[in-house]
């Protein structure tokens, strides 16, 4: 029996050991390349072609004879194994030739350029005129050449030892503390045996040495800033902007904060009237910023779908992002939801003109939006062309269906204000009962400022507008031009995008707004970001000549961000 089982299992290993023999891939010789070769990098960098690198080029082919070598820069060479560098960057074509054969292989040469980062800071924060702070520095220098450097540093920093400095010609210039809040941009020029390379930047992120509140805002055709809001800037030094590294998109005309998060609401290259009849035009999106910029994501897009669905003007309630499009209606998103594709089916209608007794009583189907919101548990919505005014309405004036035509019955009790006027942006400050508010008619616009009593008493008469408008101490006032082409700089007659978003500064009360002037008239503010001061009863500049959209505040105190 014992010989039975030894020779069972004998059998059954020679079965196994066929089976796996008979399934060992098949080597295949492939056919080889008449002329073949590969390089590498001699020394230091070898995984960077740099200009001055010495690279060596080693012939691998089959084929037998001289082995001669076009670098691609009008330099030659014979042999084997053979070394050579470049001396500008640039993409070269390598072409080594044995008899009648060839191979050419494209190789690409970067230009040297200095390496500088900011070393790790104590605590994670340059606070202005407090940190000390140094850099690194590494220059690629595959010849080791001589070397020549220039520092320069923006006004107010200050050496180690609080002496003003503005640059240095050390390789490394210790350490530095800055004067200025912002975006602080230091540069570095390195020659190399004479030769000036690409100039090294770093910005380096100031933040106050007191909490608080930030603007971020939107400039036209730029990236998302950030201003931090300080009262009483103290003597010598300077307030500059952050730059949050995140393109603005092409026409966001609405910033919102929440938490700790920036929603930026860009409706895309087409704002104002397109024949969009196969409704696959829109471009706009809705994108997540953390506050310090480490952190974007999309929320939204309406890629490829009606352009006139992109998303428009916003604003946040609760756990809800609401959103509206050009003229019809408002729809909502979680505040938590990522990388959706809108629809009208997935986020349907919370409010449209067909569900209000306002449609066909106040205002029309086309009847354009700009800015919502609530104000004390009651909806705001400007229109400014086709049934214009503040259109006001609570979530109980919500019509379960659409109707074709208004019932007086159904007209919201809260009425409209401003009728017949064209306002665009609001704001309302709760603890001073104050609202603010931009309007755009010829001869009227403006920025105002009443309370919610004064503005039910302007009713629709211009003529009661004069005392609420408010100016620059200097007189100016903030019409944007509607005549002509474009208008407002942008848009139609129709659509200007005047003042697109105000921002209210919780702790001052203090109302900030974005202006664009193109015009001749000097009775008008020059282009640039405003406040309203209430102290004072005038509008005074924040920035002078920024271009921008939309604006808001983060009204949580911070040092930074």
């Known amino acids: 029996m014992k010989t039975y089982i ?9 079965l196994s050991l ?5 399934n060992i891939p098949v080597e295949e010789n492939l056919p080889q390349d008449a002329v073949s070769f590969n390089y590498h990098i001699i020394g230091d960098y070898a995984l960077d072609y740099y200009v001055g690198s010495v690279i060596t080029f080693e012939n691998t082919s089959p084929t037998q004879g001289q082995a001669v070598w076009a670098f691609g820069d009008g330099k030659t060479a014979e042999g084997d194994k053979v070394d050579h560098f470049y001396t500008e960057a640039g ?3 390598v072409k080594l030739t044995i008899g009648d054969q060839s191979k050419t292989q494209v190789i690409m040469i970067s230009d040297i350029k200095p390496l500088l980062s900011i070393n790790p800071i104590e605590g994670g924060l340059c606070e202005v005129n407090t940190t000390k702070v140094s850099f690194s520095l590494e220059v690629p220098n595959p010849q080791s050449l001589p070397l020549e450097y220039e520092w320069t540093f923006p006004q107010g920093t ?7 400095m503005s640059s240095s010609k050390d390789r490394l210039p210790g350490e530095v503390m800055f004067g200025n809040v912002g975006s602080q941009a230091v540069r570095l020029r390195v020659w190399m045996d004479g030769r000036e390379l690409e100039e090294g930047v770093i910005n380096v992120q100031v933040g106050y040495n007191q909490p608080v509140p930030t603007l971020y805002y939107a ?7 950030a201003y931090k809001l300080i009262s009483d800037v103290p003597e010598g030094m300077q307030v500059m902007p952050f730059d949050m590294g995140l393109s603005s998109g092409q026409h966001p005309f609405n910033l919102l904060f929440k938490d700790t998060s920036l929603y930026i609401l860009d409706c895309g290259k087409q704002f104002y009237y397109v024949n969009d009849e196969d409704g696959v035009l829109g471009d706009g999106k809705i994108t997540v910023m953390s506050a310090d910029g480490a952190k974007v994501e999309t929320m939204l897009t309406n890629a490829g779908q009606a352009a006139f669905d992109d998303p428009f003007y916003g604003y946040i309630e609760g756990d809800w992002l609401y959103f509206a499009n050009r003229n019809t209606g408002i729809m909502r998103i979680g505040l938590n939801e990522r990388n959706a594709i809108f629809s009208h089916a997935t986020y349907p209608y919370y409010v449209q003109h067909t569900t ?8 029309g189907y086309g009847s354009i939006g700009g800015c919502f919101g609530k104000v004390e548990g009651v909806w705001y919505w400007t229109k400014y062309y086709n049934g214009t005014g503040i259109f006001r309405f609570k979530d109980s004036d919500i019509l379960p269906n659409t109707i074709a035509q208004g019932d007086d019955t159904n007209v919201p009790q809260d009425g409209i204000a401003l009728g017949g006027m064209c306002p665009k942006s609001f704001v309302y400050d709760k603890n001073t009962q104050k609202f603010y508010f931009t309007i755009w008619d010829a001869g009227y616009g403006g920025f105002y400022a009443c309370t919610i009593d004064e503005l039910n008493e302007i009713g629709t008469s211009k003529s009661k507008l004069a005392p609420y408008k408010k100016l620059t101490a200097d007189g100016l ?17 129709s659509e200007p995008v005047a003042i697109c978003q105000m921002a209210l500064d919780e702790a001052t009360g203090y109302v900030y707004f974005a202006f ?10 020059p282009t640039g970001i405003y406040r309203y001061n209430p102290n004072t009863d005038v509008i005074e500049p924040v920035i002078e000549g920024a271009s921008v959209y939309g604006l808001v505040i983060n009204n949580n105190p911070t040092k930074l961000f």
């Open 516 to 525: 664009r002037n193109n015009h001749s008239d000097a009775t008008c503010a």
């Open 356 to 363: 209000l007794g306002y449609y066909n009583n106040g205002w």
């Open 158 to 164: 200050k050496d180690g030892e609080g002496d003003l």
């Open 18 to 22: 066929a089976a796996c023999v008979d």
């Open 6 to 14: 030894k020779l069972l299992t004998l059998a059954l290993t020679c």
């Open 477 to 493: 006032g903030f019409e944007p031009n509607i005549t002509g082409s474009p208008a407002s700089i942008e848009g139609t007659t």
């Open 219 to 225: 400039v036209q055709g730029g990236k998302i800033m």
């Open 91 to 93: 993409t070269y074509r």
